[in-house]
């Protein structure tokens, strides 16, 4: 047990940079909102603020991995609430085709994912940011990283 | 004019190709088959064509140090080529831009003649016209129901892309081979664009934007997010690699497969793609036999599935393979006249170098125009799980059509 | 060479960035953190990552000051510019929602265009969260930084445009809502368009026979109201008239209506001799077929307007009509008139249908020997006092007072089954209303109301909900599962099962009245794509936000008012209008619109044509040509920028977020180094 958390511990440590890109509205609204609360969390997340998750497209999350990112992840609205109506479910739609090209290389389809968030709540950012953290780890562990691929 | 051909590894079709550069008499042309062999000495061009391994940098070195001017023809080696496909199994397929700055590309598979001839005379290959301007078909680009891997032929007015049947003409150049004519959907081997096949994925993506998409609460935070579920959307699209990536796999950005190899390139190139690919990915890789190989493919698939084929497909077949014949002499015999005389045969059947218009239960376009085409018409074909051999040729695909395992003893 | 390497060289080389508005060769950027008390600065050394900062290419100032948002803070921004002739701006403080725009301001005054401040945030995204990993901390203030002056290196101008509106409105749909909006918008001075489909304004409000929870006559409520409008000297009303093309943005609309001839002229003075001559009669398809009318007619007594209308269909044109009118008004040459009007603002308030049951088979609707089941609208017409049947309540089979009354809720609402998942929210209110009116006619009749929950929240409703239960209205929880037909006595049983209890029932039933659910009005369809604004998933007409702002359309400019939006009642409707008048008139009353062109710049050369930034653009602002090409509305356009990652050529991209420009801020929160070739 103890061997399990020093290697979960050693993984965590060299995890550098996790590139999430928010939207405008709940995005970097509940990034916010978790500042003020002063909720803590994994300083390898960077923060890069976007229109709309919508915006965000294979090139920026191939640009993030390429330039060293450990991990990527989109953060927007809820579905359905998306204030430009469906950013956020063409974000998923071409992160969900992405993963299967990264299963299709024999890589863990972890390194990128979408997650919602809302603006007032911060602990949903939070939680994101949790859960990046933990698929990384888990999926470096079984299959490496994806810095391998080197 | 001194011009070296020099051909690495891969399926010779441009090499062969070169041949026509014999017509032009202001150039000297030399073919050199195997780089390492070869001694040193100066020369103006050196034409390289063919995939690079990490052992074929040795002689890239003592090509680069003895030419004035470097011209990569073919995807191959321009972007990888079809070939790179392998890399996904670990392969270190490398693009020569790589090891060299100073190259002109001419890329294509099969890359254009025309092209390599102005670039050789000094000229600056033209612009960046898309291949939709020459497509008959017309986008309107409305959200998608479902993404089809087939469709029957007779709409030749709606773009293949909002028929749910992916087609990479978007990030295309106008081509010489248009494969698109023959109701083929491009691959993308002549891309306008810098990491095409990223850009590709995401537009199709965004086409599919109104399939249902799976999501989870996340318990953390209690919002959606994606879900890790397989669902209809991965199922719909089953070989990104190959659709998207065919010829750029190591330009793209995409960090290197590491996928299990079969130990063979070729195969590595097979496996993981997709039954109703096939025919062209043999059409493309197979060189001077390209066409035996399609065809042994795709008739052993048909006898299999009891897919009837009729007299007048028959009979081009055959055309095709005695066609194939007279090639191999001309190569051999490094004769351009009949190349050109033989090659021009076969596009009229094939309708390209990249054998675009052949297909399982017969043609998708029309080859002679007084002919009933519905005699020697293709249709959908059902995807049938199982091992399919023929000679040399031998592969087995699973219940979604993905190659499983293939050998080809050949070559 | 690394991708990495390869790009730095190129960021460096200011000729080879590929924005278009920016002609300054020579980016002088100012970089300055904040100590923010010990808010930051007790997390992250920032006296180091001003120095840091000082390292990077074009920073030509690079400070940290204790707060950089106070006066002296602002003022060493200004004066960077002013004695450094810098011409971008970093702070790295707190968020861009707090101080973004006190520095951009600032910057504006000084003459740069505010658009040229980057905002870093330290404190939310840093210091806050990261208190007890302090070296963790300042190597993400570090790349954060970096990220923040990569950015500013290549920040465009954005102008502010000021757009004129043009001072008039446009109200489609006169029903509550639309008659609200365009009284509270005429009100305001501002002149309105009143388009209605049908020959008389009222909508569906006319056509009931009392509201909740005051049991009020709506005629007489509404009245005033259609009055006004109707004779409001900045109102015109064009009945029988539908919307045929909208063009333009907010603030400047064109509309294009047709207008169906009446073939009566305006000099009827509604005498009613011509319907009483004409010998053509059928039912009455305002009153619910509960009344006859004629081939010319009016709609209903106090119909407004008062003119009659001729059913060209139905009509034999025997010309009795033309004969016998005093006045000579009836004209059959009348055609169609088309009209093209330019408006500010559009008002969408076109109501809803009313469910039709037929497809739920289990309950017969519309069946031959079910004629006994109808609506509660048709109910709500029974009971009115013009209809055919004296205000009785009567079986329209036999015309005899049923014995037995029961009413089922949630027809389709609630129903996964027809597709509507949500509850109407009105039915349990006007079933108890309509319940609690006929027990009251009907001592004798005995009403039951089978329901799934009953709903009726709000001031006054659970005690109209107490009062039908003391009158003795009768409520099974339970949702019939058909309704037979006896085929030799001809009675209906609603059969049912009583859940609290347990109890499987036959219910007899002399009359069933179906509480349809509120639909989304037929003909939305073509309608919400001619004003190109989205639909939610149930079809009404989707919300900009649905706490923040319900009365705003998807499209900037159109708003939504009354049942349009979603199902509501009638109090309701009138709020929602009154929002939305509010909403429209604003720009309208001010006379122009202030908009910052943080558009998408296109490159036709690398544009292959293909459509999808059309496609996937939400508020419709980008145009496609004859020639395929692209062009993007200005007015339109809510920079979301989701059109940049479809574009396989990148020949779209939005200012101030171009792919090159999040991949310099990416590469420095990256880490950086390739990971592959």
């Known amino acids: 047990m103890s061997e399990c958390e020093t290697i979960d511990e050693e993984i965590k440590e060299n995890i550098q940079n996790i590139v999430v890109f928010m939207c405008n509205e709940c995005g970097q609204g509940s990034a916010n909102t978790a500042g003020i609360a002063r909720m803590a969390y994994e300083p390898a997340v960077r923060i890069v603020r976007v229109q709309c998750t919508g915006q965000v497209g294979p090139i920026q999350i191939m640009d993030a991995l390429n330039n060293g990112a450990d991990a990527v992840a989109c953060v927007g609205c809820c579905i359905g609430a998306c204030h430009f109506f469906n950013g956020n479910l063409l974000s998923m739609h071409r992160i969900k085709l992405m993963k299967k090209l990264f299963k299709e290389l024999g890589y863990s389809d972890q390194f990128i994912n979408q997650y919602t968030s809302r603006a007032a709540e911060g602990e949903t950012a939070v939680g994101d940011f949790e859960d990046i953290v933990e698929r990384l780890a888990k999926a470096i562990k079984e299959e490496g990283t994806i810095k391998d691929g080197c | 004019m001194d011009v070296k051909i020099f051909q690495f590894n891969g399926c010779n079709k441009c090499f062969y190709e070169t041949l026509l550069l014999n017509l032009d008499e202001n150039m000297n042309i030399e073919f050199i088959s195997s780089p390492q062999d070869w001694k040193p000495e100066n020369l103006d061009v050196a034409v390289i064509s063919g995939y690079i391994l990490p052992f074929d940098l040795d002689s890239i070195q003592k090509i680069q140090n003895n030419s004035k001017k470097i011209i990569a023809y073919g995807d191959c080696t321009t972007t990888g080529g079809i070939f790179a496909l392998a890399n996904q199994k670990g392969h270190q397929i490398i693009p020569l831009k790589e090891l060299i700055s100073d190259v002109t590309n001419v890329n294509g598979c099969l890359g254009e003649i025309e092209e390599l001839i102005s670039v050789i005379n000094g000229e600056e290959l033209q612009g960046n016209k898309s291949l939709c301007s020459v497509c008959r078909r017309k986008a309107t680009c409305d ?161 299999a599935n009891n897919i009837e084929v009729s007299k007048q497909t028959k009979k081009y077949r055959n055309e095709l393979l005695s066609l194939e014949a007279d090639l191999i002499e001309a190569t051999s015999n490094e004769d351009p006249q009949k190349y050109k005389a033989t090659t021009e045969k076969i596009r009229k059947i094939a309708g390209n170098m990249n054998l675009s218009n052949v297909y399982f239960g017969g043609f998708k376009q029309k080859i002679d125009d007084g002919e009933d085409f519905e005699s020697y018409k293709c249709h959908i074909f059902e995807i049938v799980e199982g091992a399919y051999k023929n000679g040399s040729i031998t592969y087995s695909i699973d219940p979604k059509g993905v190659v499983k395992e293939i050998t080809i003893k050949e070559r | 060479m690394t991708i990495k390497e390869e790009r730095a060289e190129k960021t460096e080389n200011v000729e080879d960035m590929p924005n278009n508005l920016d002609s300054e060769k020579d980016p002088r950027i100012g970089v300055f953190i904040c100590h923010c008390g010990h808010n930051i600065a007790s997390t992250v050394d920032v006296e180091k990552i001003a120095d840091y900062a000082g390292t990077l290419p074009n920073v030509v100032k690079a400070e940290h000051y204790m707060f950089m948002c106070s006066k002296p803070g602002v003022q060493m921004v200004k004066d960077s510019i002013k004695e450094l002739g810098v011409n971008r701006t970093v702070v790295a403080s707190c968020s861009k929602n707090q101080h973004g725009k006190t520095f951009a301001r600032a910057i504006e005054e000084m003459g740069l265009n505010k658009h040229r401040h980057q905002q870093v945030n330290v404190r939310e995204y840093c210091s806050w969260v990261h208190q007890k990993e302090k070296e963790k901390a300042n190597q993400k203030a570090k790349q954060l930084v970096e990220a923040g002056v990569n950015r500013a290196r290549k920040l465009e101008d954005v102008e502010t445009r000021r757009i004129e509106t043009t001072k008039a409105a446009l109200v489609i749909g006169a029903g509550i809502a639309g008659l609200r909006a365009a009284h509270d918008m005429a009100e305001l001075g501002i002149p309105v368009y009143l388009v209605e489909k049908e020959s008389t304004i009222g909508g569906h409000m006319t056509r009931l026979n009392k509201t909740f929870p005051t049991l009020e006559c709506p005629q007489c409520s509404i009245s005033p109201l259609t009055n006004g409008v109707a004779n409001h ?21 064109e509309v294009e209506f047709e207008i169906k001839p009446r073939y009566v002229k305006d000099n009827c003075t509604s005498c009613g001799e011509c319907a009483e001559h004409c010998p053509v009669e059928l039912p ?20 407004i307007p008062a003119t009659y209308v001729r059913d060209k269909k139905n009509c034999i044109e025997c010309n009795t009509c033309v004969n016998i009118c005093p006045v000579q008004a009836v004209d059959f040459s009348m055609e169609s008139e088309t009209k093209t009007v330019k408006v500010g603002s559009i008002i969408v308030a076109v109501g809803y249908d009313e469910y039709d049951p037929t497809e739920i088979e289990a309950y017969h609707y519309g069946q031959e020997g079910y004629e006994d089941v109808i609506t509660q609208l048709k109910l709500e017409r029974m009971l ?216 998408p710049a296109i490159d036709y050369d690398l544009c292959v044509k293909c459509g999808l930034c059309r496609t996937v653009c939400a508020p419709a602002a980008i145009d496609i040509d004859e020639n395929g090409n692209p062009s993007v509305n200005e007015v339109a356009c809510k920079s979301c920028g989701m059109c940049m990652p479809v574009c396989p050529t990148k020949a779209i991209q939005l200012i101030n977020f171009r792919d090159d420009q999040l991949l310099d801020e990416i590469i420095a929160l990256s880490g950086g180094g390739a990971i592959c070739e």
């Open chain 2, 143 to 303: 959200y998608l129901d479902s993404v089809n891997r087939q469709i029957e032929i007779d709409d030749e007015e709606t773009c293949f892309n909002d028929l749910g049947f992916l087609c990479n003409g978007f990030i295309a150049k106008k081509c010489k081979e248009r494969c698109i004519d023959f109701n083929t959907p491009c691959r993308g081997c002549k891309p306008m664009v810098e990491r095409s096949g990223i850009r590709m994925l995401g537009m199709f993506g965004t086409l599919l934007g109104n399939v249902e998409m799976a999501t989870e609460h996340s318990e953390k935070g209690a919002t959606d997010k994606l879900a890790d579920a397989d669902d209809d959307l991965t199922e719909s699209v089953p070989d990104i690699l190959g659709n998207f990536f065919r010829f750029t796999l190591p330009t793209s950005g995409l960090p290197r497969g590491r996928v299990q190899s079969s130990g063979n390139i070729l195969q590595d190139v097979f496996i993981g793609r997709l039954i109703e690919e096939l025919p062209l990915i043999t059409g493309l890789l197979g060189g001077n036999k390209s066409i035996s190989l399609t065809l042994k493919l795709i008739e052993t698939y048909e006898k």
């Open chain 3, 384 to 599: 009115s006092p013009t209809s055919l049947t004296n205000s009785e309540v009567l079986r329209p089979s036999d015309g005899k007072i049923p014995k037995s009354v029961v009413m089922i809720q949630c027809v389709g609402s609630r129903n996964e089954q027809v597709g509507n998942e949500y509850c109407t929210g009105v039915c349990c209110k006007f079933a108890v209303k309509n319940a609690r009116i006929i027990k009251e006619m009907y001592p004798d009749t005995d009403v039951t109301i089978c329901y799934i929950d009953v709903r009726t929240p709000g001031l006054n409703f659970e005690e109209l909900y107490k009062s039908a239960q003391e009158i003795g209205v009768r409520f099974i929880r339970g949702r019939p599962s058909e309704i037979v037909r006896n085929p030799i006595t001809g009675e209906l049983i609603v059969i049912v099962e009583d859940t609290l209890s347990q109890t499987p029932l036959q219910l007899g039933a002399d009359l069933v009245v179906l509480s349809a659910a509120m639909v989304p009005p037929d003909g939305i369809g073509p309608l919400g794509s001619k004003l190109h604004v989205l639909r939610s998933k149930e079809g009404f007409l989707k919300e900009f936000h649905i706490k923040m702002n319900p009365t705003l359309s998807s499209k900037g400019g159109i708003f939504l008012a009354g049942t349009i939006q979603g199902p509501k009642d009638i109090s309701e409707s009138v709020a929602h209008a009154g929002s939305a008048a509010a909403l429209a008139a604003a720009p309208l009353v001010k006379g122009y619109i202030e908009k910052e062109m943080l558009i």
């Open chain 3, 284 to 303: 009455s398809e305002w009153d619910m077929g509960m009344s006859m009318r004629k081939a010319i007619y009016k709609a209903y007594p106090q119909a």
């Open chain 3, 233 to 253: 000297p900045l109102v015109e009303l064009y009945t029988n008239a539908h919307i045929k093309n909208i063009e333009g943005s907010l603030g400047n609309f």
